[in-house]
């Protein structure tokens, strides 16, 4: 340390008038002594009696501490403030130990604010005598780089929020990184030691990370903890129990991160809310069976193409795949019971889906769409009909609901299922979902006779129509290339054509029988 350097000249005026003996509320270093590159650093008194520590901390001299000093950079330059600013030599090097008043102590820490705002400072080399760098122990300051051993346990509060840093290794000891740590920084990738068991709020919140690596032994990570914006995967242990993670994307902020997995752990996972929300690039996800808990709207947003719900999830929450415009596949878990609120409203690409006999409750929105794109054919177990909500499902197109055999006129009849007249009811449920083969079904409305073109059927697939209340009116073998089918017996009306094979439906669309056509 080799200049102070005053923001105003009023301090002058003022720092005569006070007694060098004056003090504040925080006590000044205790003494000073300068390393073997002639930098003069601040101690203060940790322990004084064997064995005897140190910490390094700031120059307050008593005099300085009978004005108030800033806490945050917007304060500096601000009348009524005033804190001493040095000008340090790029490369400091912290020595293990100091001699003071016939005593050897060891240097422990990094005290609180130790280096806050202090500039021209580039590499901090630490001994392997720190175990500790305190609350905003480099906050603000113009540090670049910091050289540490092994040995370091904890890093508080904000020790390096907002500072150029660039690079770091974290040492393996380590057990404690502190609320908003490395907030706005300048780091492209970091390593978590499997010591560090929380991984808190804001702790690289803002640091343009492009490489996170994450090891065993670490149980939860906090809203924010890692900004997304430029990873492309993130890959997460199996001994992570809780998962808040999303912020930056609660922001608005495009997020890149294309591939995320969870190993399988032994614990309980939750996935808080809005934990991937709005991951606009992300296509996949691989979530093992410890996972428990969805939170509400942790994949509105992304790009998921197919999901894999785990097994011991009952609740799907509050628009938890809302506006995933790409999913088309969903796997339920056995045990699901609720699917809430807008669950998957807007993800016109899911058109079938499955339910198991423990679902009680789908609520309002949860299959809605706003095109006439959305949920074409729905396997339900459940022999007692859920409880709906207010506009569950579309009703611009027809939706074919296979339910356990002999249930129909129990959903016709309940609460919510009678209010949808594009929804008919094939019994029993259990056959194949449809596939996406093509066929040409005319003239639609149709008088007399229905032609179906379905050349790429396979042999021995076979036509049924069937009425609004899922009874089969109608069977016949499906032609090579163009079946003509007479439903001049039938009643005007409406009705569903299903193809069929051994295995279940193949195709299915609906048809209007009038009285000439």
Same mark, same amino acid.
């Given at each position: 340390?080799?200049?102070?350097?005053?923001? #105003?000249?009023?301090?002058?005026?003022?720092?005569?008038?006070?007694?060098?003996?004056?003090?504040?509320?925080?006590?000044?270093?205790? #003494?000073?002594?300068?390393?073997?590159?002639?930098?003069?650093?601040? =101690?203060?008194?940790? +322990?004084?009696?064997?064995?005897?520590?140190? *910490?390094?901390?700031?120059?307050?001299?008593? /005099?300085?501490?009978?004005?108030?000093?800033?806490?945050?950079? $917007?304060?500096?330059?601000?009348?009524?403030?005033?804190?001493?600013?040095?000008?340090?030599?790029?490369?400091?090097?912290?020595?293990?130990?100091?001699?003071?008043?016939?005593?050897?102590?060891?240097?422990?820490?990094?005290?609180?604010?130790?280096? #806050?705002?202090?500039?021209?400072?580039?590499?901090?080399?630490?001994?392997?005598?720190?175990?500790?760098?305190?609350?905003?122990?480099?906050?603000?300051?113009?540090?670049?780089?910091?050289?540490?051993?092994?040995?370091?346990?904890?890093?508080?509060?904000?020790?390096?929020?907002?500072?150029?840093?660039?690079?770091?290794?974290?040492?393996?000891?380590?057990?404690?990184?502190?609320? !908003?740590?490395?907030?706005?920084? +300048?780091?492209?990738?970091?390593?978590?030691?499997?010591?560090?068991?929380?991984?808190?709020?804001? /702790?690289?919140?803002?640091?343009?990370?492009?490489?996170?690596?994450?090891?065993?032994?670490?149980?939860?990570?906090?809203?924010?903890?890692?900004?997304?914006?430029?990873?492309?995967?993130?890959? #997460?242990?199996?001994?992570?129990?809780?998962?808040?993670?999303?912020?930056?994307?609660?922001?608005?902020?495009?997020?890149?991160?294309? =591939?995320?997995?969870? *190993?399988?752990?032994?614990?309980?996972?939750?996935?808080?809310?809005?934990?991937?929300?709005?991951?606009?690039?992300?296509?996949?996800?691989?979530?093992?069976?410890?996972?428990?808990?969805?939170?509400?709207?942790?994949?509105?947003?992304? /790009?998921?193409?197919?999901?894999?719900?785990?097994?011991?999830?009952?609740?799907?929450?509050?628009? @938890?795949?809302?506006? @995933?415009?790409?999913?088309?596949?969903?796997? !339920?878990?056995?045990?699901?019971?609720?699917?809430?609120?807008?669950?998957?409203?807007?993800?016109?690409?899911?058109?079938?889906?499955?339910?198991?006999?423990?679902?009680?409750?789908?609520?309002?929105?949860?299959?809605?769409?706003?095109?006439?794109?959305?949920?074409?054919?729905?396997?339900? =177990?459940?022999?007692?009909?859920?409880?709906?909500?207010?506009?569950?499902?579309?009703?611009?197109?027809?939706?074919?609901?296979?339910?356990?055999?002999?249930?129909?006129?129990?959903?016709?009849?309940?609460?919510? $299922?009678?209010?949808?007249?594009?929804?008919?009811?094939?019994?029993?449920?259990?056959?194949?979902?449809?596939?996406?083969?093509?066929?040409?079904?005319?003239?639609?409305?149709?008088?007399?006779?229905?032609?179906?073109?379905?050349?790429?059927?396979?042999?021995?697939?076979?036509?049924?129509?069937?009425?609004?209340?899922?009874?089969?009116?109608?069977?016949?073998?499906?032609?090579?290339?163009?079946?003509?089918?007479?439903?001049?017996?039938?009643?005007?009306?409406?009705?569903?054509?299903?193809?069929?094979?051994?295995?279940?439906?193949?195709?299915?669309?609906?048809?209007?029988?009038?009285?000439?056509?």
């Amino acid at each position: 340390m080799k200049k102070l350097v005053s923001f #105003f000249s009023f301090v002058i005026v003022l720092l005569g008038c006070l007694s060098a003996s004056a003090q504040g509320l925080y006590p000044p270093y205790d #003494f000073r002594q300068a390393n073997p590159d002639g930098d003069t650093l601040y =101690y203060r008194i940790t +322990s004084s009696v064997a064995p005897y520590t140190v *910490a390094v901390t700031r120059c307050h001299d008593s /005099a300085y501490h009978s004005l108030p000093f800033p806490y945050d950079y $917007w304060e500096v330059g601000q009348p009524g403030f005033v804190y001493p600013v040095y000008d340090y030599d790029a490369l400091i090097t912290i020595p293990s130990s100091v001699t003071h008043g016939g005593l050897t102590y060891a240097v422990t820490s990094v005290d609180k604010e130790a280096f #806050f705002m202090q500039k021209n400072m580039h590499t901090v080399v630490l001994p392997a005598s720190i175990e500790t760098i305190d609350t905003g122990a480099f906050h603000h300051s113009t540090l670049h780089q910091i050289v540490m051993s092994a040995n370091v346990k904890r890093i508080n509060y904000y020790a390096f929020m907002s500072t150029p840093l660039a690079s770091i290794e974290l040492p393996s000891g380590l057990t404690h990184i502190g609320t !908003m740590a490395f907030e706005n920084t +300048s780091l492209s990738e970091v390593e978590i030691p499997g010591g560090v068991e929380v991984l808190p709020y804001h /702790a690289f919140y803002r640091c343009p990370l492009t490489r996170v690596t994450f090891h065993d032994g670490l149980r939860e990570i906090q809203q924010g903890a890692v900004d997304p914006t430029h990873i492309d995967s993130l890959l #997460f242990p199996g001994t992570l129990r809780k998962i808040s993670l999303g912020e930056n994307n609660i922001n608005g902020d495009e997020v890149f991160c294309e =591939y995320v997995e969870f *190993a399988n752990g032994a614990d309980s996972l939750e996935i808080a809310d809005f934990c991937f929300f709005r991951f606009q690039h992300l296509k996949e996800a691989v979530l093992p069976d410890n996972i428990f808990l969805l939170g509400e709207r942790c994949f509105e947003g992304t /790009a998921l193409e197919q999901v894999v719900i785990p097994q011991q999830v009952k609740a799907i929450p509050k628009c @938890c795949f809302y506006g @995933c415009h790409l999913l088309s596949s969903v796997t !339920m878990p056995p045990q699901l019971e609720t699917i809430e609120q807008g669950a998957f409203f807007e993800t016109p690409m899911l058109q079938g889906l499955s339910l198991p006999a423990t679902v009680s409750y789908i609520g309002k929105q949860a299959f809605r769409t706003l095109s006439d794109r959305g949920l074409r054919t729905l396997d339900i =177990y459940c022999e007692q009909p859920p409880a709906l909500g207010s506009a569950v499902f579309n009703t611009s197109d027809s939706i074919i609901v296979r339910v356990p055999c002999g249930s129909t006129s129990l959903y016709q009849q309940a609460p919510g $299922w009678q209010n949808y007249s594009n929804i008919y009811y094939v019994e029993c449920v259990g056959v194949r979902e449809p596939t996406l083969y093509q066929a040409r079904v005319y003239p639609n409305p149709t008088g007399n006779t229905l032609h179906v073109e379905c050349a790429s059927f396979a042999a021995g697939s076979h036509l049924e129509i069937v009425d609004a209340l899922g009874h089969r009116i109608l069977t016949a073998p499906v032609q090579s290339d163009n079946t003509m089918v007479d439903i001049s017996r039938l009643k005007e009306g409406v009705y569903v054509l299903l193809i069929l094979d051994n295995n279940g439906v193949l195709y299915r669309e609906k048809i209007i029988k009038g009285h000439s056509y």
